[in-house]
């Protein structure tokens, strides 16, 4: 069910896809993203409302491409930026409820806002819902970032976060951006001690 | 659940085998081999590949040339009626055939000082002349038990598109279902993707296989264009994890169908299997592919043993 000639950013950018489980430093090149935002418990209504639409939206533009014979891509995975509004350290202190969110999927850079255009009329006309219009065409630029595999269930981040820390330190660098995660593992298929996720800070020389 | 034992399934294979012996110059419909013993026809030929370690066709090939391997002993006949009689319409063929198997030629194992030569089967089923008695060894693979599940299924609503045509070429039916799927945001994380496959690849030719393409969905969606609707039948099913290429599923039917089954003595439903693809074929490696192939199963609770 596959051709060779698919375009794939995961694996175009091993670099940034393929992360060890200790901590290493990366650079994140600059890239598209489509994006939504919320706030919300993770894996609580809005949440998946929001997820509903990115998904919907990726698949498509993506297929909309493919049937009129343009450049055929797979949709990347589900990636997330998370923030407290107290700061990094605010996580534990916030109730889930307040947490905020954009989550993302990268997308090939021959996407423009005319294929998202298409896409929200698409499914508009099918009666989907019209939060499908809060996906944004985004790019992202995180620079030097230390990054690590976190193997487990997502509530135990925090350990993996310290190590990263403890390493950003050292190296005399500080975090100076939002908490990025890449899921690799599908939570509803893999069970939570062996879900794999990439978490992603970014730096900056202290 | 109370499985009916291995040994009625070797017994209900030895009538097929017999069956076989006793008319090797007749045309032998799959399905009429089924019939004498019961078995389910959309499973059979996997069933007897598993039991009996060779193909039907290949089956009755061997016999007949071990057949034709006795006249050339035992008569003066001519190697190009002996050929005609094991089912060759040449000299040609019939002696390609006989040393692919025997390693000589037809003349050469006449005129050889050698008694009726026997390469050894798994199954030990030779050419009988007599055509009744017929030793039988299920053919059992090594290795490690397969994994297998039973599991209760409930009837599953699904949006599909039919492909007609070889298996490798399903890709495209694929497409044309997710452009469909897209923009009425089915394609989800969760999404259960399924494909049905009404016909055994080595029985049916490729470009006459049936396989449905098809999205879970719920009861909202209506037929659409070339996009079906139709309900996979509940009930109790065997489930077996497939991992790797999907070109290498038939392996593991076979083993599923012809050798757990029978080993178990689980009666295969008539009725076809299903795959579900557990990840994305474009974004996944063919070696990290993860498929859940679902066989259908008599169920025994509803049946006096």
Redesign the interface.
């Known amino acids: 069910m596959s051709k060779p000639e698919k375009i794939d950013l995961c694996k175009q950018h091993k670099d940034e896809y393929v992360t060890p489980t200790k901590p290493v430093l990366i650079e994140a090149k600059p890239a598209p993203y489509l994006a939504i935002e919320g706030m919300g418990e993770p894996g609580g209504e809005v949440f998946q409302d929001r997820i509903g639409a990115l998904y919907s939206m990726a698949f498509t533009i993506k297929m909309t491409r493919k049937f009129e014979g343009r450049q055929d891509y797979a949709v990347g995975k589900l990636e997330a930026q998370w923030w407290a509004e107290g700061g990094p350290d605010d996580f534990s202190k916030t109730p889930k409820s307040q947490w905020r969110w954009k989550l993302l999927i990268r997308t090939p850079e021959f996407i423009t806002q005319a294929d998202l255009d298409k896409a929200v009329a698409a499914l508009t006309k099918k009666g989907k819902s019209p939060t499908v219009k809060q996906v944004r065409l985004e790019t992202i630029a995180e620079g030097r970032c230390v990054q690590m595999l976190h193997v487990g269930p997502y509530d135990r981040e925090g350990e993996t976060v310290a190590q990263m820390l403890a390493f950003a330190e050292k190296q005399g660098l500080k975090c100076h951006g939002l908490h990025h995660e890449i899921y690799l593992s599908d939570p509803r298929r893999v069970p939570p001690e062996r879900l794999k996720t990439i978490l992603r800070l970014p730096v900056t020389k202290s | 659940m109370k499985p009916v034992t291995a040994q009625i399934y070797e017994e209900r294979m030895l009538r097929v085998l017999v069956h076989i012996q006793q008319r090797l110059d007749e045309e032998m419909p799959l399905a009429e081999l089924a019939r004498v013993a019961y078995f389910s026809p959309y499973h059979f030929h996997r069933i007897f590949r598993g039991m009996v370690g060779e193909s039907v066709k290949g089956h009755i090939r061997r016999l007949r040339l071990e057949r034709a391997a006795m006249h050339l002993k035992q008569t003066r006949r001519p190697v190009t009626r002996i050929a005609f009689e094991a089912g060759y319409e040449t000299h040609e063929s019939f002696t390609r055939a006989f040393r692919d198997w025997f390693s000589m030629s037809p003349s050469q194992f006449r005129k050889a000082h050698r008694s009726l030569l026997r390469k050894r089967v798994p199954s030990g089923v030779h050419f009988n002349p007599g055509g009744t008695r017929v030793a039988f060894h299920p053919f059992r693979k090594g290795g490690e038990p397969m994994k297998v599940e039973i599991k209760e299924m409930r009837p599953m609503r699904v949006a599909f598109v039919r492909h007609v045509g070889p298996y490798d070429e ?2 495209a039916t ?2 044309r279902l ?2 469909w ?5 089915l ?4 999404a259960m993707f399924l494909g049905l496959c009404h016909d055994d690849p080595e029985v049916t030719p490729q470009e006459k296989i049936r396989y449905d393409a098809c999205i879970a969905v719920d009861e909202s969606f209506q037929p659409n264009g070339e996009v079906g609707v139709q309900e996979i039948a509940g009930g109790t099913y065997a489930v077996t994890t497939h991992f790797g290429p ?1 070109s290498k599923l038939g392996e593991t039917y076979a083993a599923l169908c012809g050798q757990w089954a029978p080993q178990g003595g689980y009666e295969i439903r008539s009725a076809p299997c299903f795959e579900i693809y ?6 996944t490696d ?1 070696e990290d592919l993860v498929t859940d192939i679902y066989m259908p199963l008599e169920d025994y609770r509803h049946v006096k043993a």
């Open positions: 399903v890709a694929w497409e997710m452009t799927a897209a923009p009425r945001g394609i989800q994380p969760g999907y557990l990840n994305d074929p474009n974004s063919p």
